[in-house]
């Protein structure tokens, strides 16, 4: 069996691109992170098309971030770019956000996300996801 991806130590949290078969769309998402906040950028073979499963048995491993982003084929696909945020922890208490728990954001809103998880951690995963409009995508 290969190896699983291995995911790196960051201070910024993990963008992870698993479809690159639209580099402008992938450089329109970046683009609108990073005009309010920062994120580390993954874009490599190993990651194209991988699941969410195995970032999240890859995270478990080395209990790096407590989430990470990923700009999947949906996100390419739909017209505002809408990521996925995903909880990487598991779980400890009811109503605690479980690992794998995921929710769409915008780009745009994606650094005040960031600063919600790192400053609330998982009292702020609640309000968030419970914040995404009808068509299930955080705005802000």
Request: charged share 30%; with cysteine; glycine share 8%.
């Amino acid at each position: 069996m290969a190896p699983g991806p291995v995911l790196p130590r960051t201070t910024d949290p993990l963008l992870i691109c698993t479809d690159s078969s639209a580099p402008p769309k992938w450089n329109t998402i970046l683009t609108r992170i990073r005009a309010r906040g920062e994120v580390y950028p993954l874009q490599a073979p190993e990651y194209e098309g991988i699941a969410v499963d195995a970032l999240l048995a890859a995270n478990k491993k080395y209990k790096k971030h407590h989430f990470f982003i990923v700009a999947d084929e949906e996100s390419m696909k739909s017209a505002d770019r809408a990521v996925l945020v995903v909880w990487a922890e598991k779980g400890g208490k009811p109503g605690d956000p479980e690992r794998g728990d995921s929710f769409r954001c915008v780009p745009s809103a994606v650094p005040a996300v960031e600063k919600k998880l790192e400053e609330e951690g998982k009292k702020a995963w609640a309000a968030l996801a419970e914040s995404v409009s009808g068509d299930g995508v955080y705005r802000g």
